[in-house]
């Protein structure tokens, strides 16, 4: 997939996620930081936060979101780029992520998500230094990028925010 049919899916299905947003958190505005010219705004470059949301109670919350295809459900987890570029060494999203939660959904333009996970990192974060969440370290084939592969069978339930879980079959 291009980098424009990505963007393009990622948009389409963000009206699926401000609803589950809506539905947890009472949120009057939903800010998203949207590259332009395929510049990252400087909050997600440094620190992989792409997404404000402003509760009534004037509270803030931000998260990253990872929108993927439906094709991918059976995969089920949570990746965390470990390194941007493997062959320089540049650092990805496992050592900057500073965001207050995460959104990871997998779905289709036209039904939405057949399963999302909305969690808090923090909870990833203390889980994975108290070795209480180990990760598969795996290389992508389509970059010089690598990851960590968190299966979401394997969070604590008491991470969730909220979950909708895939189902083989359905």
């Not at 539905?23 to 997600?44: G, K, N, S, Y």
Request: glycine share 4%.
């Amino acid at each position: 997939m291009s980098w424009d049919s990505d963007l393009s899916f990622s948009i389409a299905m963000r009206k699926y996620a401000d609803d589950i947003y809506k539905f947890v958190f009472p949120i009057t505005h939903i800010t998203r930081f949207d590259r332009d010219d395929h510049q990252a705004h400087i909050l997600d470059k440094e620190f992989h936060i792409d997404t404000v949301l402003e509760l009534t109670n004037g509270m803030i919350l931000t998260l990253q979101e990872k929108f993927l295809r439906d094709k991918f459900a059976s995969f089920d987890c949570f990746t965390l780029e470990y390194r941007n570029n493997r062959n320089t060494g540049e650092n990805g999203e496992w050592n900057k992520l500073c965001t207050d939660l995460y959104f990871t959904g997998y779905g289709n333009e036209k039904d939405g998500f057949i399963s999302a996970y909305l969690f808090n990192v923090l909870s990833i974060k203390l889980a994975i230094l108290q070795d209480k969440l180990q990760g598969t370290l795996k290389t992508t084939t389509t970059s010089n990028a690598n990851f960590y592969a968190y299966p979401f069978s394997e969070f604590s339930e008491e991470w969730f925010i909220y979950k909708k879980p895939y189902q083989a079959g359905t």
